[in-house]
């Protein structure tokens, strides 16, 4: 039989102990004293899980409902950035009072304990793949430069087809050799929308 410790996560329940029926509901808040999780986003050492717990005793052991509030935080998946997730997970376990084949854990001197199921509910809410935004470009595959940053950039990489179709036919000497290699119907196009014309010209020069 394991040794009982009593930690933060250790709650009493002696008052609530072989007689059914009875309800108590807890609020704890919790200095997470190792990080949870391993991935890209963690729940830091230092962050505070702020915990709902309603206890309730059943024949055979108490019943824990509880729904745990904190914040993960590491970096974006895609550009780096530093980011910060709340996370809420919520579970509910039976202690039972003695341990048999159909219950993994057991009220241990007056207390139990929820550290292992708030660590591992916790940690299956983190993402694998965290963004700081759902459309977060990304760092630029060539210089690693956050492509946010550089908003002047991503369009023109995007459309690079098209700017060097604009410039072939505004500047006559140069690039004319890109427009020749362009279907007619760009060619149309560029003509006829005249508003982007200036710009993305003047951005190549630059
Ligand atoms: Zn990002």
């Given at each position: 039989m394991s040794k009982f410790n009593k930690t933060p996560f250790t709650v009493s329940v002696w008052d609530l102990m072989h007689v059914p029926g009875e309800?108590?509901?807890?609020?704890l808040d919790i200095i997470v004293p190792e990080k949870m999780g391993e991935g890209l986003v963690a729940v830091q050492a230092g962050a505070t899980?702020?915990?709902d717990a309603r206890l309730e005793s059943l024949h055979d052991g108490i019943l824990a409902t509880v729904r745990v509030d904190t914040e993960a935080s590491g970096e974006c998946g895609r550009c780096l950035r530093e980011i910060e997730l709340p996370v809420?997970?919520?579970?509910a376990e039976l202690f039972a009072?003695?341990?048999?084949e159909a219950f993994d854990?057991?009220?241990?001197?007056?207390?139990i304990d929820l550290e292992p199921l708030i660590r591992d509910a916790v940690v299956l809410a983190l993402p694998f793949q965290p963004v700081c935004r759902p459309d977060c470009p990304g760092l630029d595959p060539v210089t690693g430069e956050r492509l946010e940053d550089l908003p002047e950039r991503a369009p023109q990489e995007e459309?690079?087809?098209?700017?060097?179709a604009l410039t072939g036919l505004l500047s006559p000497s140069g690039s004319g050799a890109h427009a020749e290699t362009l279907p007619e119907a760009s060619t149309d196009t560029a003509t006829d929308g005249a508003t982007p014309s200036a710009s993305p010209t003047e951005r190549e020069k630059s």
């Amino acid at each position: 039989m394991s040794k009982f410790n009593k930690t933060p996560f250790t709650v009493s329940v002696w008052d609530l102990m072989h007689v059914p029926g009875e309800l108590r509901e807890r609020q704890l808040d919790i200095i997470v004293p190792e990080k949870m999780g391993e991935g890209l986003v963690a729940v830091q050492a230092g962050a505070t899980l702020e915990i709902d717990a309603r206890l309730e005793s059943l024949h055979d052991g108490i019943l824990a409902t509880v729904r745990v509030d904190t914040e993960a935080s590491g970096e974006c998946g895609r550009c780096l950035r530093e980011i910060e997730l709340p996370v809420r997970v919520e579970f509910a376990e039976l202690f039972a009072y003695s341990l048999d084949e159909a219950f993994d854990y057991e009220v241990q001197a007056d207390h139990i304990d929820l550290e292992p199921l708030i660590r591992d509910a916790v940690v299956l809410a983190l993402p694998f793949q965290p963004v700081c935004r759902p459309d977060c470009p990304g760092l630029d595959p060539v210089t690693g430069e956050r492509l946010e940053d550089l908003p002047e950039r991503a369009p023109q990489e995007e459309f690079d087809s098209r700017w060097s179709a604009l410039t072939g036919l505004l500047s006559p000497s140069g690039s004319g050799a890109h427009a020749e290699t362009l279907p007619e119907a760009s060619t149309d196009t560029a003509t006829d929308g005249a508003t982007p014309s200036a710009s993305p010209t003047e951005r190549e020069k630059s």
